[in-house]
Nanobody, 115 residues
Framework: QVQLVESGGGLVQAGGSLRLSCVAS????????MGWYRQFPGKQRDLVAQ???????NYADSVKGRFTISRDNAKNTVYLQMNSLKSEDTAVYYC?????????WGQGTQVTVSS
């Protein structure tokens, strides 16, 4: 089974940018959906953005126009470019892959936005 490892989180000032990466241990070719989720303390994980194997994307309303999800199948990697970051974007960000009903999560990466 493919394993996912996120990186790119950190501390950034409000208005700044970060790019998260999610590298899969194996190929991400095939029909699947890759997504980024985030979790606030004491809350459930919520969808931030997702991208299908065909390149269709979907975003949470709160990040539309600021975040961009993309994938590089040759590098087995999914990215989340986050611009114009706000303090309310502070959370742990998780990568997720869904394929044929099977769900795989990464370990998460912390994003902290200081105001």
């Amino acid at each position: 089974q493919v394993q996912l490892v996120e990186s790119g989180g950190g501390l950034v000032q409000a208005g700044g940018s970060l790019r998260l990466s999610c590298v899969a241990s194996g190929s991400i070719l095939g029909i699947d959906v890759m997504g980024w989720y985030r979790q606030f303390p004491g809350k459930q994980r919520d969808l931030v953005a997702q991208i299908t194997s065909g390149g269709n994307t979907n975003y949470a309303d709160s990040v539309k126009g600021r975040f961009t999800i993309s994938r590089d199948n040759a590098k087995n990697t999914v990215y989340l470019q986050m611009n114009s970051l706000k303090s309310e974007d502070t959370a742990v960000y998780y990568c997720r892959r869904t394929k044929r009903g099977s769900v795989t999560w990464g370990q998460g990466t912390q994003v902290t936005v200081s105001s």
